[in-house]
């Protein structure tokens, strides 16, 4: 077995095992109830995700993949430029926020605290572990269809804790649009440090 394919099986058996500890995780978090992902994610510290976080960490430093899954510096810090659009629209919601119904601190900072964590974990596994194996064995640009694709597909399990298949569906699709606009900036910049800041 070549080091490219090899990289590419050993990124889908840590994406399964990461996979069953989502709807294992998922599935206990609400204990047989269906709660809306907002409710969830301001209701409690999901650690669920910090041990996925964990395993991932855990796995990436075995390995010693970090700098193939892009924790490194950016190549060229003029092309950190590229983060203004998604700064903006992150700072004109937080403005919404302000001038919104704004939640208690306490949950405040449970949404700040498991958002954080959503988009390392997420990242780390799609536009890292994933990514990494699918560019050394498809290429760049297939690597980037090809982890969308799953990174929509991924979100459709939301309907476990949702129950509403129909809005897993929607949230698929614009999950699979994010992960394109993540992968391009993940190639551009060479590192995944930003992305896990807009995710």
């Known amino acids: 077995m070549n080091v490219s394919r090899k990289s590419w ?31 969830l994610v301001e209701k409690q510290i999901m650690f669920g995700e910090l041990f996925e976080i964990v395993f991932l960490t855990g796995v990436i430093t075995y390995l010693r993949w970090w700098p193939q899954v892009g924790w ?14 998604p700064a903006l629209s992150i700072l004109f919601m937080l403005l919404i926020i302000l001038y919104t119904n704004l939640p208690s601190i306490r949950v405040l900072m449970i949404i700040i605290i498991n958002t954080l964590m959503v988009g390392i974990n997420e990242e780390l596994m799609f536009r890292g572990v994933l990514f990494y194996g699918a560019s050394s064995s498809f290429g760049i640009w297939r690597a980037v269809w090809i982890t969308a694709i799953i990174f929509g597909s991924v979100h459709m399990l939301n309907s ?12 698929a699709f614009f999950a699979g649009t994010f992960g394109i606009c993540t992968a391009a900036l993940r190639i551009r910049l060479n590192t995944i440090i930003p992305v896990i800041i807009i995710h």
């Open 72 to 85: 490194k510096s950016p190549n060229n810090l003029r092309d950190l430029r590229l983060l203004w659009p």
């Open 160 to 171: 476990l804790i949702t129950g509403d298949f129909s809005a897993s569906i929607f949230q």
């Open 9 to 39: 099986s050993i990124s889908l058996v840590i994406f399964t095992v990461w996979l069953s500890f989502i709807v294992v995780g998922g599935l206990l978090q609400i204990k047989g109830h269906h709660i809306q992902l907002e409710k």
